[in-house]
């Protein structure tokens, strides 16, 4: 039988594409080197490793398809394309040496590893960048399969070296990584020479000639050879690298001076130096002790005056792993037999001297072309295309020559047409001459011709019939390497049934040729000749065999002794003879090679009995098969095969004579006996044997089938094996029954609800029953994956939301679930259901409010709230509508006026714009609160924030725009703080992430020049937790600049997000903006307003840990008179002392640690208390500095100005306390009852005092009339209720005293409500503070009918309106607090009435409109999908936020500054739930039971509710 001749299939003349990248971008720089390099390679190479085992033919990602990718590499550019499309491009800050890539430690995508002379650069795929710097000059760099080896010269020069081959680049395949680290013997551990420690580390790299970089986060590591059983380190610069596989640890190396040759195995050992205390391997486990590097020799050849041109792998042809050197000075390829032992679960490596051969060469490559989905272990089944020194092209598998591939003859006519004759091929290849091959990537390699052209060609041609394609590759894994050789000659042989001979052949000749060749088997030739196939054949005599005349000729003739006329089979000594000079093959060997085929064949036709779309296909294998069973004389095979398709009877018949009494496998048999009698019971040889064999592709279908079977009935896994050798996935997850354990192994195999519809029913069921089983309540712990296979979408979803936290699990699981689900998963994209931006110029109108429409299309912060969660829980009403409405800032309001307005108009238009211009800047405050954590970050995008827009508009003049007059009001100080809390409501609308935001987000985002709105970025970011991201350095820049605003918004931020946990650094540079902490010889103007927003910082960073001397500073603090710029703002620094303070010891009590009796002693001192002696005691013990500190206490004498510290101190003493049910505190905190007293202590202090005593006994405070009640002193009750007789002679001056203590204590005791039932949306809680709000509010303007003489009235005339307006707003606002994410209508509207009141009788002072703002933004807390806590930190930042003392202005900061509203941040959370539909994917109304504990104000009780809801208190439900 003759070599057969092929046609190279061309795919187009071939130009690198990156040459036409650069000439598409336009004219390349001027220093653009001339010289340029590019190499191809697999895309499936940079796939993950996780992707790539899962995945055998293309990805789904962007940059793996099914074309070759290209590098192209010019100067200091790097272009990556994909086919013709420029995928990315990398500009690099000096020339490139060298590119490969490399998969280095445990990252599971390749890196592309950039060298330059002096770093390393490495990219991810993703284009994420990492440059180490280079310990020394490296010259290349060689990728193995634990990281990437770097070759160094001796000295330290700077190397200019050109671009060195390529060809360790183009071994570059789709090889699964080992799970283990290749060559790692742990149990053998070399001793280090004495002298090695960590001092001389570097030194050691420095000598070192080879380093090996096996970690992103390490440095370099020397590498060591073994010599008499010891390591030493390998100096050895002459042994420079050809060649590393990255598939297993092997490197060639060529010495120039001993011209000589070697290839070295790399091995990972574990190290223990001698100086080591012998226990700590005892200690430290196996995998924390040192590894090093060993490179071991296992062959070395010598003579060889150049080195190799290449060096690549390839397979022999019983399969064996091969080394092939390409010798160009001797014109041959030098093939080394690599021999692997596995010894204790370890590979070891060797290379024999008398396994090698070698063939005529003068160019080679590794091509896939027989074999495609094979894989002998970690290795892809390789050929060899050889290119002979006669310029003929032979395929080779191992030794074995296949046949020689031709080019078509109208390439020289610039015509590519396939359909060419062989004759025709021949004739011309005078003309065309292949002179050199490169660029091999998988079948297709680049062919050079004697023209200077370069074809891009394919050597194999995939068979169009998937049957054929199946039948050739159940043929490589079901045959030895005997019987395949064999039939890889006649498969590619040269006779009119020629596999794909035909460039036109359809499926039906693909597989009838097919047919032919395997019944060829079983008729013997009668003389095999004895040459070798390892000899080319001569290409003139070669075409003369192949002609028609002679295979005419031979048919008639016998010529005997002809020399190379038939290439000779491998087949084994014992089944061939020598006759006259010729072999003939025993009788044995047909019939053994005959059966082998038809298992193998039969284990395919069992696969595809389980695949419903493969019925046409089986049945042409069934006739196939009947065939080979009668041609055997297998009755039982025959029979099987007529049992499936009775209409065969007909052709093939019964009437036999039974040769064999063998049954053929039967895999439905197998699951029948499965299920009737279990696994144990089953027969395995019932089970075909190409099923149990590992790594089998063409049955993989089945074998996959028969594991969840097993595992289904009983079977228990060994590692990934079944008793019955059947191999098996199974993805990680607890489980409790077999039904659990199958559904992991059908995740572990990517056994989707796909491919279960493929099975036949009957054999689906079962399966679809375990599903079943396990669809009501799976373990927690599965991947998202196996909860879509059980159609538990909602569960999946809700795992993906916990578990992708790294881009490296997020592909993998994304991967993972398009191939469980698709085409199942198109309603798990997510859906958000339009928003419907209503037009609401349809609304009833108010005589308060202008009815104008909200513009869809306006920026204005809040254009993202309408989602399908929001809307369905407030159904079809406007209720989000209208809180954008009232909200909005963005847009000028409407201005009443006339038609004809006057010049008196004109100044009615300033002064309503003014009022007008109050609310305005109030509703950022109330924006941040509704739009909280409502939109994810997105990092790609610059910070946004929406117009504060101060002008109005003339509804009665075609909207014509006012805007405030400069000459009257000074506008850029009326917006200055508004501008800021309008960028922390911008901010605030970014959600918290998992993990910390990008640091190059904040980054990109700081202005050059400082201002207000990064400042109210900052403060934002804080709140979230995300200026952990800063380093210390970026710190001290902000600081640097100087700016107010600046300072502020950052202190804050990062006391909130490092809240609690005492940072020392973060502590620095906060006490460097307290005067008081500074040396008596420093004096620094620090603003009051950084002083106070620095303490306040303190409090949050200390919080919780009653740390003393912190505690004693900020005591001090409390009495001490401001150094800043403005003494009006000491009740302000005053204030925020008392409430860092109280966050310090928060809840501690009588538990801190510290001078207590003397810290509360002081602090009752502050609220005008007689302990003077333990103030004079605590003075004694201080120090001579921190006695001339105190001489700035805002005292005289003993005395102090309460005015200004007892605020402060009342803080501190209910935060210190907090929850404690201290009876002593709350004695000496009481409420005046004297007449004497009540006019002593201010009314606001009053409002205080009630809620610090309720905050401390919290537990006692209950939702009713008398409770509140209780809280007014008797005197005062008394006093207030004489005053409705009119007869009553009370002084007048009395009688207001009374009024105003008890409107603060209500206000006080409504507060106290409003922090003790926080986010509860207790119905008794919110119908008694809205009485008491409409209570207020008819006190003020009677407006609201209220219920008979529950309440004292007529005190307005013994009362100021502006204290009942605050109180009024304070009772509103913590009505608002208990209602908070509920978004309750009677509030709400309550709350609306409130804002357009204003407006209409002028009374729009900003603290009031910033309370109506908040409270709306309270009761919409996250578009309603977060409330607040009532734990010690929530309710400590809910009274910073609620502090009962309102802004007279927008720049006030005299008594509490601005950027403290915003701590209500810290008291959110999140307990939002909502039902999505598994089939949708959209949210859905669902009743559930709610059930709440039992407390001492109520048993345990259940209620129902709907989602989307807010559930109660973790705490108390």
Excluded at 470 to 492: H, K, P, Q
Aim: glycine share 6%; aromatic share 8%.
């Amino acid at each position: 039988m003759s070599v057969g001749v092929r046609r190279l299939s061309v795919l187009g003349e071939f130009k690198p594409f990156g040459l036409i990248a650069e000439a598409l971008d336009g004219k390349p720089p001027d220093n653009l080197a001339d010289k340029y390099d590019y190499f191809l390679f697999d895309p499936k190479f940079v796939r993950e490793r996780a992707e790539a085992d899962n995945n055998g033919g293309c990805s789904i990602s962007a940059p793996s398809n099914c074309s070759d990718h290209e590098l192209f590499i010019r100067g200091n550019r790097i272009i990556w394309t994909t086919g013709a499309r420029v995928f990315k491009r990398f500009t690099l800050p000096s020339q490139v040496i060298t590119v490969c890539w490399c998969h280095i430690g445990d990252i599971s995508e390749a890196l592309l590893c950039v060298l330059q002379i002096e770093s390393l650069t490495i990219y991810n795929t993703s284009g994420e960048v990492i440059s180490i710097p280079l310990p020394r000059t490296i010259t290349s760099i060689w990728p193995l399969p634990f990281g990437l080896l770097l070759q160094s010269i001796e000295g330290n020069f700077p190397v200019h070296a050109p671009f060195p081959s390529s060809s360790h680049l183009l071994g570059a395949r789709d090889i699964p990584r080992p799970r283990r680290e290749i060559g790692h013997s742990p149990q053998n551990n070399y001793s280090l020479p004495s002298s090695f420690n960590h001092n001389i580390k570097g030194e050691t790299v420095s000598m070192s000639s080879h380093l090996i970089l096996s970690d992103l986060l390490e440095e370099p590591q020397c590498t060591y050879i073994e010599e008499r059983g010891k390591l030493n380190i390998m100096r050895d610069f002459d042994e420079r690298t050809i060649w590393t596989s990255d598939q297993i640890p092997l490197m060639a190396s060529y010495n120039k001076g001993k011209m000589q040759h070697s290839v070295w195995v790399a091995e990972v050992v574990n190290c223990i130096p001698e100086v080591a205390s012998a226990s700590l391997s005892d200690v430290v486990p196996a995998g924390v002790l040192p590894k090093q590097f060993l490179f071991r020799r296992i062959w070395q050849g010598k003579g060889a005056q150049t080195s190799a041109s290449k060096v690549f792998l390839a397979t022999d042809d019983d399969a064996a792993p091969i080394i092939c050197l390409l010798l160009q000075e001797q014109k041959k390829l030098l093939a080394l037999r690599l021999q692997s032992v596995e010894i204790n679960n370890e590979i070891l490596f060797d290379i024999k001297p008398d396994m090698s051969w070698s063939i005529p060469a003068v160019a080679a490559a590794p091509v896939i072309v027989t074999r495609p989905r094979v894989k002998v272990g970690l290795l892809q089944y390789t050929d060899i295309v050889v290119l002979a020194p006669d310029n003929a092209l032979l395929l080779y598998s191992g030794k074995q020559c296949l046949c020689r591939y031709m080019l078509p003859s109208s390439l020289h006519k610039g015509n590519l047409s396939r359909s060419l004759e062989f004759s025709e091929a021949a004739s011309v290849s005078h003309d065309l001459k292949i002179i050199g091959l490169a660029d091999a990537v998988e079948g297709r390699i680049n062919v050079m011709v004697n023209t200077g052209q370069i074809f891009r060609c394919e050597l194999r041609q995939n068979p169009s019939s998937s049957l054929t394609n199946d039948c050739i590759t159940a043929m490589a894994e079901g045959l030895s390497s005997n019987f395949y050789n064999y039939f890889l000659v006649l498969l590619w042989g040269d006779n009119n049934s020629t596999y794909l001979s035909e460039a036109s052949s359809d499926v039906d000749s693909e597989w009838n040729s097919f047919c032919s060749i395997i019944m060829q088997m079983g008729q013997k030739p009668s003389l095999i000749s004895k040459q070798h196939l390892n000899s080319a054949p001569d290409s003139s005599w070669e075409f003369l065999l192949n002609s028609d005349f002679h295979k005419n000729y031979c048919k008639f003739n016998f010529i005997a002794g002809i020399s190379g006329t038939k290439p000779a089979v491998l087949v084994p000594n014992s089944s061939r003879k020598e006759v006259d000079g010729s072999l003939i093959l025993n009788d044995s060997f047909y019939s053994e090679l005959f059966m082998v085929s038809l298992d193998s064949l039969h284990s395919l036709y069992e696969s595809l009995k389980l695949d419903t779309l493969r019925k046409r296909d089986l049945e042409l294998l069934a006739v196939l098969l009947c065939n080979v069973a009668k041609f055997l004389g297998e009755e039982y095979y025959l029979d099987h095969y007529i049992r499936d398709f009775p209409c065969l009877s007909k052709k093939f018949g019964m009437s036999m004579d039974s040769v064999s009494q063998k049954n053929p496998p039967s895999l439905f048999k197998w699951l029948e006996n499965c299920l009737e009698y279990g696994y144990n019971y089953a027969n395995v040889n019932d089970l075909p044997p190409l099923i149990r064999k590992d790594e089998s592709s063409v049955v993989s279908w089945a074998r996959k089938v028969v594991s969840f079977y097993s595992l289904l009935l009983g079977a228990k896994p060994i590692g990934k094996k079944l008793p019955s050798g059947v191999f098996c996935n199974i993805a990680p997850g607890s489980f409790c029954s077999n039904e659990e354990l199958t559904v992991l192994a059908m995740v572990g195999e990517n056994f989707g609800l796909q491919q279960l519809d493929l099975l036949p029913c009957g054999v689906s069921l079962p399966l679809r029953h375990a599903l079943d089983k396990c669809r009501e309540s799976p373990p927690t712990d599965w991947p998202a994956a196996a909860y879509i296979l059980l159609g538990r979408e909602d569960l999946a979803l809700s795992c993906l939301a916990n578990t992708c936290k790294s881009k490296e699990l997020e592909t993998q699981t994304n991967v993972n679930l398009i191939s469980m689900s698709t085409p199942y998963m198109l309603h798990l994209h997510p859906v958000t259901v339009p928003s419907i931006v209503s037009d609401t110029s349809g609304l009833d109108s108010t005589k308060f409010e202008d009815t104008d429409s909200v513009d869809g299309s306006m920026t204005d912060g809040m254009e993202h709230i309408f989602a399908s969660g929001t809307q369905l829980r407030y159904g079809r009403d406007l209720r989000l509508n209208e809180v954008r409405r009232v909200l909005c800032s963005a847009r000028p309001v409407a201005i009443q006026t006339s038609v004809s307005p006057s010049a008196t108009d004109q100044d009615l238009q300033q002064a309503q714009l003014w009022h007008l211009a109050q609310r305005t800047t109030a509703l950022p405050l109330g924006r941040g609160a509704f739009t909280l954590a409502t939109i994810n970050t997105l990092l790609t995008e610059a910070f946004t924030v929406p117009k504060l827009v101060l002008a109005g508009r003339l509804p009665a003049q075609q909207n014509a725009t006012v805007n405030l007059d400069p000459n009257i009001r000074n506008i850029q100080e009326l917006k200055s703080w508004p501008e800021f809390h309008n960028a922390v409501a911008a901010g605030l609308r970014l959600s918290p992430i998992q993990g910390k935001m990008s640091r190059t987000w904040i980054m990109y985002n700081k202005p050059e020049e400082p201002n207000i709105t990064h400042a109210g970025l900052l403060l934002a970011l804080g709140l979230h937790g995300h200026l952990r991201a800063l380093t210390i350095s970026d710190i001290y820049k902000y600081f640097y600049q100087e700016h107010e605003s600046t300072a502020v918004g950052l202190m804050l931020g990062l006391a909130a997000s490092y809240r609690g946990t005492m940072q020392p650094v973060i502590s620095k540079s906060l006490y460097v903006h307290i005067p008081a902490r500074h040396p008596s010889s420093v004096e620094l103007e620090v603003p009051t307003i950084l002083q106070s927003a620095a303490l306040m910082s303190v409090g949050l960073l200390y919080e919780g840990s009653a740390h003393p001397q912190t505690m004693q500073i900020l005591l001090g603090e409390i009495g001490r008179r401001s150094g800043g710029d403005n003494v009006l703002e000491r009740e302000g620094h005053a204030v925020s002392a008392g409430f860092a303070l109280g966050l310090v010891a928060l809840g501690r009590g009588e538990d801190a640690l510290g001078f207590t009796d003397t810290l509360v002693g002081r602090l009752f001192h502050y609220i005008g208390g007689k302990e003077v002696h333990n103030e004079r005691s605590h003075f004694l013990s201080l120090s001579a500095d921190e006695h001339n500190r105190c001489a700035g206490q805002m005292m005289d004498g003993t005395m102090v100005n309460v005015d200004v510290t007892a605020p402060g101190a009342i803080i501190a003493l209910s935060l210190m306390f907090l929850k404690t049910e201290s009876e002593a505190i709350v004695s000496r905190l009481s409420i005046p009852n004297t007449h004497f007293d009540l006019q002593y202590v201010r009314p606001d202090f009053i409002m205080l005092r009630v809620i610090a005593r309720n905050l401390i006994m919290w537990s006692r405070v209950y939702p009713s009339e008398d409770w509140i009640q209780s809280q007014i002193p008797e005197i005062v009750k008394s006093n207030v209720e004489a005053l409705r007789d009119d007869t009553s002679d009370v002084d007048e001056m009395d009688a207001e005293t009374f009024v105003q203590a008890y409107v603060n204590i209500v206000a006080g005791a409504c507060i106290s409500l409003g922090l003790r039932f926080a986010g509860t949306k207790n119905a008794n809680v919110q119908e008694l503070l809205y009485g008491y709000a409409v209570y207020f509010l008819n006190e003020i303007k009677p407006v609201f009918a209220t219920r008979g003489n529950a309440f004292l009235k007529g005190l307005s005339r013994y009362v100021d309106r502006c204290t009942l307006e605050i109180c009024l707003h304070l009772v509103v606002l913590s009505l608002s607090v208990v209602m908070a994410g509920s978004g309750h209508l009677q509030t709400f509207r309550l709350l609306r009435f409130l804002r357009g009141r204003n407006s209409a009788d002028g009374h729009a002072s900003y603290g009031i409109q910033m309370a109506v703002s908040l409270a709306i933004g309270f009761l919409f807390l996250g578009g309603g999908m977060r409330t607040f806590s009532t734990n010690n930190n929530s309710i400590a930042a809910l009274f910073i936020s609620l502090y009962p003392r309102l802004p007279s202005g927008p720049n006030d900061n005299r008594c509490h500054l601005q950027a403290f509203r915003h701590l209500y941040v810290l008291a959110t959370e999140a307990r939002w739930i909502q039902t999505v539909d598994v089939d949708t994917g959209l949210p859905v109304y669902a009743p559930f039971e709610v059930t709440v504990r039992e407390t001492e104000h109520y048993s345990e009780t259940s209620y129902c509710e709907v989602t989307p809801c807010i559930l109660p208190e973790r705490a108390i439900a």
